[in-house]
């Protein structure tokens, strides 16, 4: 239905890829595939960033425009994600000739899963170092017998308040090294170490070994499915705890720990000269991210960083940084979380290096020239839009599958910016579009195609409850539309696990305990795991 005629695209073979990631250079690697197609299967260093999402996304997660750029999409909308780019200034964007199917022709393995690279490393961790770990029963046993421990829970606090293994505390990612010395008091307490499964758990219970804690640490195998695998209940729907100022006698003990951490594992630190000359450097890439919660980064922040707390960095970096090879700076308010998190992603195989204590400030200015924004759309107020539709203007929902089915206008069919070449007859044939969707930004990338593929005026409608109900719109939050065979946006893999469905729970562990066979090797990631200085000398 394209109006336009691509230039010829510019495209690789899977050999050619396989030299590039080889290669030392900088390389994006993105899959523009719609988050449930990429989840069913992908290349294992693939970042997904979805076609419905590309010029709202690229530029936080590829944020140099000279960038070497792969892609891996569907036929029909590769040449169209090379135009998006190049219009945006990026100009060394490349096509994977075959897309998935050619690299698992050629022989190349294929993942389920998102944020695989993070959790195969979490896994090799365990593998490699023997982290100590507890079943559920003997944990139970113990909370019977009235043994010493405490349950401490690695997952945000949003995560922790909807379910979490009875009396445990929360301390999301690195705050669990920075606030160990408050929570656990005595050096007799048995730690273990929670999350949902097996990865947050393995990597917070970790790094109070690598950090010296002097309590015996072990971490609850399958996390809190792992919990209700054997036969327990969880606590659901708790009151969020609002996080007390830390002690000063902790916090110094947090910051000596970390201090050792960091230079057994050689992370660099840099001060803020230093950072502006990285971030003058044309020809590299240099993400900025503030390790804090995101609660302390929202009362005040350096200019520049990004907001990624430091465990779920860790456990989901390819949602915050796309191009491999490039430089990582943490930043916090007390170098722990920062030391911490940096000693893991360079053991990922990262160049992560520490700004100390940087929380207030401008950020040093980058010499990458800022990527151009896509023409804005014709936006609609609730007035116009009625005439719009009086004269027959058809009305499209472009929310993610899911928002859509809980409530969107009544007489709005569903639309994946996709999928434009499936609309029904009846939109097809209409004289004028109106795409509406709570995220403005996703309507206006669909009004971007449609108004380019179609001779007919198209314009958006901001939507949400209240906008919707503004204009006069009917609303419906119930029924199965889009169908499930329709909703390319939405991963079914797995998804009812945290839902009551053993068996998904069952299989999700069993696919995070087999990851490390599935890679093949922490070479084929660029992993270097190192043991803590006990180990060694074990060894």
Known sequence: MSSFTPAAPATIDPHTLLQWLRDGGEIALIDIREEGLFGERHLLLAANIPYSRLELDIQALVPRPATRIVLVAEPAIGPLALRRLAALGYGDVHLLEGGFEAWQAAGQPVFAGVNVPSKAFAEYVEVTLHTPDIEAAELDRLRQEGADLIVIDTRTSDEFARFHVPGAVSAPGAEIVQRF????????TTVVVSCAGRTRGIIGGQALINAGVPNPVRVLSGGTQGWRLAGFALERDSPAVPRSPLAESARAK?????????????VPEIDTAELARLRGEADRT????????????????AEGFVSAQGGQLVQALDSWAAT???????????GVRARVTAHWLRQLGWDAVVL??????????????????????TVLTAAELREWLGVGAALLSAD??????????????????????QLPQEVAAAPRLVV????????????LDLAEARRVPVAIYPGGEESWRQAGLALSGAGDEPRDAKRIDYLFWLHDRHSGNLAS?????DWELGLPSAVGGPDSTGFSIAAPPQARAAE
């Open 181 to 188: 010395a408050e929570l656990v008091p005595s050096a007799e």
């Open 254 to 266: 947090a910051q000596a720990r970390a201090a050792t951490l960091a230079s057994r594992h050689a």
């Open 286 to 301: 240099t993400y900025l991210f503030d390790v804090r919660s995101p609660e302390e980064y929202a009362t005040g922040h």
């Open 324 to 334: 491999r090879g490039a430089r990582i700076v943490l930043t916090d308010d007390d």
């Open 356 to 377: 100390p204590g940087f929380v207030e400030g401008k950020a040093p200015t980058s010499a990458h020239p800022e990527p151009a924004r896509p023409p804005a759309p």
């Open 400 to 421: 993610r599958s899911g928002d859509h089915r809980r409530n969107r206008p009544a007489r709005a069919g569903w639309v994946n910016r996709s999928r434009l070449d």
């Open 436 to 447: 509406t969707a709570a995220d403005a930004g996703l309507a206006a990338l669909v009004a």
């Open 505 to 509: 729970s069952r299989a999700y562990l």
